[in-house]
């Protein structure tokens, strides 16, 4: 009885193992889960930013003029400023700007309170801005368009940037791209010959170029507002920079040893 059993058992258990390997065979599973086993080797590389810079001359200039002035009543002092703007725009248009040149930056009208006795709801007065800002070429009299808004009424010159227009980057950035570019190779070189390996072609390129400037301001604290003010005086003296442009290129090396 008991040689019965196990006679059974041997005979489920190859009966099973029967069945298994049919089903392997007939689902082609070794081949699959061999195929699911990829060995990846990464190539060893190395990491290079190139860099290159250009000193360029300003072709176009930002100013930013103001009017401000204060009065009790904010409807009067959003007038006085109106009145004031208006003079300096048509004037400026007079001297040769359009529409073109010239911006509204900014408006408002800014409540006063009476900090003075500790009074912080009562408003004792009110402050209008009007704020304009002038694009031109670097070539243009901005001597000349500053001093006329001035002695029409402008109280505030707040900055003026010499900057590079996107037409003279553009230009330049192929070029600097190229330097950038033979820099990031050079420092691989280098590198390579230090460390005793070799350089077997580029992985990828981020071609990110960057444009950094240094804007020089310029500020104006008087009003010119009397008659003396506006008497004939030396022209404001305003000198364009030049920018500095930088490409940077991170440029990724394969080597091998």
């Not at 960057?210 to 003396?228: C, Q």
């Given at each position: 009885m008991v040689l019965n059993k196990n006679m059974v058992i041997i005979f489920t258990l190859f009966t099973l193992f029967t069945l298994f390997t049919l089903f392997m065979l007939a689902t082609n599973w070794p081949v699959a889960l061999a195929q699911e086993v990829v060995i990846s080797e990464e190539k060893p590389t190395i990491s290079i930013v190139g860099s290159a810079e250009k000193e360029v001359a300003s072709d176009e200039t930002e100013i930013s003029l103001a009017v401000e002035n204060t009065d009790t009543n904010a409807n009067t002092a959003r007038k006085n400023n109106a009145e004031k703007m208006n003079s300096i725009i048509n004037v400026l248009r007079e001297a040769g700007l359009t529409d073109d040149n010239i911006t509204t930056s900014n408006f408002q009208i800014t409540p006063n309170y009476d900090y003075e006795n500790s009074n912080y709801d009562r408003i004792i007065s009110y402050t209008a801005l009007n704020k304009i800002e002038l694009k031109t070429s670097t070539n243009a009299n901005i001597s000349k368009f500053i001093d006329l808004a001035i002695t029409n009424g402008a109280n505030r010159v707040e900055s003026i940037n010499f900057v590079v227009s996107k037409k003279t980057l553009d230009e330049n950035r192929m070029e600097l791209l190229r330097e950038a570019f033979a820099d990031a190779k050079q420092k691989a070189e280098l590198l390579a010959t230090e460390g005793n390996f070799t350089i077997k072609g580029i992985k990828?390129?981020?071609?990110?170029?960057?444009?950094?400037?240094?804007?020089?301001?310029?500020?104006?604290?008087?009003?010119?507002?009397?008659?003396?003010?506006?008497?004939?005086?030396?022209?404001?003296?305003?000198i364009p920079q030049k920018n500095k442009i930088t490409v940077t290129l991170p440029v990724v090396f394969y080597i091998v040893n």
């Open positions: 990828s390129i981020d071609a990110k170029s960057e444009g950094m400037y240094n804007p020089s301001p310029y500020f104006y604290d008087n009003s010119a507002s009397s008659r003396a003010e506006e008497a004939p005086s030396p022209s404001t003296q305003i």
